[in-house]
């Protein structure tokens, strides 16, 4: 055959043990002619730590993590860009209720940070989506739906981003 070098992960392990544990355990089985014969065993494995590791070296960018939506620790962040302004936070507070209603992890950003921090923080932990509650959008009753994975954000009516995120979240 033809030799091939290829790149790979390992994120799961198999060992095999012998008779070692079987001996001590007292461990055997009848075999084909009744005789009493020691077990062989192994093991295996998938290592939890190397399969987030695996996930991220294949998921980043320069801004930091970019979870796949089954991984992530939440798959949407909801920033209001200034949580001091009442009808920003309450929107923003509307819409994680929402979403934590239909069963969708969320994170709301209600630190009092600049806008540019909480969407460098966002990027960095690698929330798949989120959504920017901002005065402009805000005008219109409609807020910034973006992927982690795009650089342009959509405008979404209020009424419909959480039924939106849902859909997205369920098809991933």
């Known amino acids: ?9 390992e994120v799961g392990q198999v060992f095999y ?5 079987s001996e001590a355990l007292k461990a055997t089985v009848l075999d084909d002619e009744g005789k009493e014969r020691v077990l062989e065993m192994g093991c295996y494995g998938i290592g939890v730590t190397r ?4 996930a991220i070296e294949q998921n980043h960018d320069d801004a930091g993590i970019a979870w796949p939506m089954p991984l992530a620790p939440f798959s949407v962040v909801v920033v209001p860009v200034n949580v001091l302004e009442e009808r920003l936070r309450t929107t923003a ?3 994680y ?3 934590r209603a239909r069963g969708v992890d969320v994170l709301l950003d209600d630190r009092e940070e600049r806008p540019g921090v909480k969407f460098k923080d966002a990027d960095l932990i690698g929330c798949p989506l989120r959504i920017t509650v901002g005065p402009r959008a805000l005008e219109r009753d409609a807020v910034e739906l973006k992927r982690r994975t795009e650089k342009d954000a959509t405008e979404v009516p ?3 981003v959480a ?4 859909e997205i979240v369920a098809a991933e």
């Open 1 to 9: 055959g033809t030799f091939a070098l290829q790149r790979g992960i």
């Open 158 to 160: 209020i009424a419909e």
């Open 97 to 99: 209720e929402e979403l």
């Open 17 to 21: 043990l012998g008779t070692k544990y």
């Open 51 to 54: 399969t987030m590791a695996a």
């Open 163 to 166: 039924a939106r995120v849902a």
């Open 93 to 95: 507070e509307k819409i």
